[in-house]
């Protein structure tokens, strides 16, 4: 079981990675996920992880108290309103123009009531 958890942790990794370049893709989602599986399956890499520069205090943030920081709550908002942007500019149907205003709009107030550092 142990190694399963190991490959999901590496998955979320790398698509969280992957995430850093692509704005419609959540980095932090993804990185707390490898977290939760490194935690159950490599020591060492949950360590490396939760201690990593970069990724380490939005994952301390989210385990001590659900917090979403401020600069992330904005880059998130910025990221999904270009999104949006691409899919109007490039005369997407109503269906899924308003699917995507749906979706995105509950991911944005998903990210603004939780608490900020």
């Given at each position: 079981?142990?190694?399963?958890?190991?490959?999901?942790?590496?998955?979320?990794?790398?698509?969280?990675?992957?995430?850093?370049?692509?704005?419609?893709?959540?980095?932090?989602?993804?990185?707390?996920?490898?977290?939760?599986?490194?935690a159950?399956?490599?020591?060492?890499?949950?360590?490396?992880?939760?201690?990593?520069?970069?990724?380490?205090?939005?994952?301390?943030?989210?385990?001590?108290?659900?917090?979403?920081?401020?600069t992330?709550?904005?880059?998130?908002?910025?990221?999904?309103?270009?999104?949006?942007s691409?899919?109007?500019?490039?005369?997407?149907?109503?269906?899924?123009?308003?699917?995507?205003?749906?979706?995105?709009?509950?991911?944005?107030?998903?990210?603004?009531?939780?608490?900020?550092?």
């Amino acid at each position: 079981m142990r190694s399963l958890w190991f490959i999901l942790g590496v998955l979320s990794m790398g698509l969280g990675l992957i995430g850093v370049v692509l704005p419609l893709l959540p980095t932090v989602p993804f990185m707390l996920l490898a977290a939760f599986c490194f935690a159950r399956s490599s020591e060492r890499m949950h360590g490396w992880l939760v201690n990593h520069r970069v990724f380490g205090p939005a994952i301390e943030d989210w385990n001590r108290s659900g917090a979403i920081s401020k600069t992330g709550k904005r880059a998130a908002t910025v990221s999904i309103a270009v999104v949006f942007s691409i899919s109007v500019f490039m005369g997407l149907r109503p269906m899924i123009l308003g699917i995507q205003a749906v979706t995105l709009g509950a991911v944005l107030t998903f990210i603004w009531t939780r608490p900020s550092y």
